[in-house]
């Protein structure tokens, strides 16, 4: 059982989480991973970022916040005098080690990704600690572990590793299986590894749904469950239509498809090491946990007709146009292209090409477009491949997914008037081949109208 940042952000929340593992616990073996508490990654990646030119006053107060945040969780979710005297002072040793680190970086000036990784994996650290005096509380046999001590092995690609699965399966099933057997409840730290000279890593924003789906293969866990702050995994973000409706069935490559595009409930390589085991994954809300919720699993199921299941929706992206006569019927332009983004490390998360090939579009994260524009114009500019490199950042990406519409004629018809008739122009096409998902992209600022079009065209709000 997995719980997110969001099912644990105030001692309300954090007393809910560990009556729910006490509950269970009485009739099944389960491990417990945890997230940071809501915010406390992007307070600990503003505070990677700042460090290097911050004085040590200004990490002091920053410190002091999230030392308040998990003092306050702790203070008063823990009744026990002796087990919260306890958490409090590993709390606050816990943020001494931060501080130490931080004023490190502060003094070199330089932070390295390895160092990054290491200071992003004190949100889960911390949060361990409260959810740890909270269960033992309430007289749950509990031990925690992070990531690494847990057993998960990756590479060395900081801030996005990737587990090592023959030895982290072996590492894990011999650190937490004996404990399983004595009715102990293991809780680890999401998010968190280690490479195989012990080094810290992360696996990305949102990486504890993939914890949990690596200790659940490792361990042949009967289910996996993602606890979360919403229904399941919905036609679209519930923050954006009301009326959103909770799927009760996906098949692996359908939920991949929709967490690629950006449902946020679950993290996109998190299904990889369930579908590989055959271990069905369940997408659950914490606070109404008997209520509807979503089973991705092998079955394909599809309901009622239902052409698309969902409707995505990424903002934080920028569309990169190249165009030239000097493109068309040249081979090897797509290559050059694709692998100036791979040398800078940018994802490609669209691609299209017009039949005249005289203009090909990419679509990748925000964050990454001044990284490439420069060095584009310079590989592809001066040696007459391309005359033209532009870019627009104010867009967003809106996908449609469901296995239905594979072999459907007429779909990406109805998404597009659907559009076009809310006066909203598209900038681009994409469909996989797979036939599972078609992908627009349209300014920014359309894209909620967009969204709540589709959604309604397709009928995803109706019971
Ligand atoms: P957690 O803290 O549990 O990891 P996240 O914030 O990472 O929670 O993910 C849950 C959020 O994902 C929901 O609150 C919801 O706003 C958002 N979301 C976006 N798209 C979807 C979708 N299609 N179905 C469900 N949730 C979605
Ligand atoms: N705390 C990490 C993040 O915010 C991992 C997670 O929440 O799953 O990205
Ligand atoms: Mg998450």
Redesign the pocket.
């Known amino acids: 059982m997995k719980f997110?940042?969001t099912s644990l952000s105030s001692a309300n929340k954090v007393r809910n989480v560990s009556k729910i593992v006490k509950d269970h616990s009485h009739h099944h073996q389960i491990t417990i991973v945890a997230?940071?508490l809501s915010g406390?990654?992007?307070s600990l990646v503003r505070l990677s970022e700042q460090a290097k030119v911050s004085s040590s006053e200004k990490i002091a107060i920053e410190l002091d916040k999230l030392s308040e945040l998990h003092t306050n969780i702790s203070k008063n979710s823990i009744k026990d005098s002796k087990i919260k005297d306890e958490v409090l002072e590993n709390i606050s040793s816990t943020l001494d080690e931060l501080k130490r680190l931080l004023e490190g970086i502060s003094a070199l000036g330089e932070i390295t990704p390895r160092s990054r990784d290491l200071i992003?994996s004190f949100?889960?650290r911390l949060a361990v600690l409260v959810i740890i005096g909270a269960l033992k509380d309430i007289r749950v046999n509990a031990k925690h572990f992070n990531g690494a001590e847990a057993g998960i092995v990756t590479d060395e690609e900081y801030g996005e590793a990737n587990p090592l699965m023959s030895i982290t399966k072996m590492k894990i099933s011999k650190t937490l299986q004996p404990l399983l057997s004595k009715g102990i409840v293991p809780v680890v730290t999401?998010?968190m590894a280690a490479t195989q000279t012990g080094d810290i890593t992360?696996?990305?924003?949102?990486?504890?749904?993939?914890?949990a789906t690596i200790l659940g293969a490792a361990l042949s866990a009967d289910e996996i469950w993602i606890c979360t702050d919403v229904n399941g995994m919905m036609t679209t973000d519930p923050k954006v239509m009301p009326n959103a409706r909770t799927i009760p069935q996906l098949s692996y490559s359908e939920a991949l498809e929709m967490t690629v595009f950006g449902a946020k409930a679950l993290?996109p390589r998190a299904l990889e090491p369930a579908q590989e085991n055959k271990i069905s994954v369940r997408v659950k809300n914490t606070f109404n946990l008997s209520g509807p919720d979503t089973l991705i699993s092998n079955d394909q199921s599809v309901d009622r007709g239902e052409v698309a299941k969902s409707v995505a929706l990424i903002k934080d992206v920028a569309m990169v146009n190249i165009e030239g006569a000097g493109m068309v019927g040249k081979p090897g332009i797509a290559a050059k292209i694709f692998d100036t983004f791979a040398r800078k490390e940018i994802n490609i998360l669209m691609i299209s090409q017009s039949v005249s090939e005289a203009n090909i579009s990419l679509v990748i994260r925000r964050n990454h477009l001044e990284k490439i524009i420069n060095t584009l114009e310079i590989s592809l500019l001066g040696r007459g491949f391309a005359n033209r490199v532009n870019a627009e950042d104010d867009v967003g990406v809106i996908a449609v997914v469901g296995a239905g519409m594979q072999g459907s004629q007429g779909v990406a018809a109805r998404v597009f008037k659907a559009v076009a008739e809310k006066g909203i122009n598209i900038r681009m096409i994409a469909q996989g081949s797979s036939e599972l998902n078609i992908s627009i992209v349209i300014k920014e600022k359309n894209c909620e109208k967009a969204v709540m079009a589709i959604h309604e065209e397709f009928g995803m709000g109706k019971p």
């Open positions: 997110g940042g997230s940071a406390v990654t992007n992003l949100g889960e999401g998010f992360t696996l990305g924003r949102g990486g504890s749904d993939f914890t993290h």
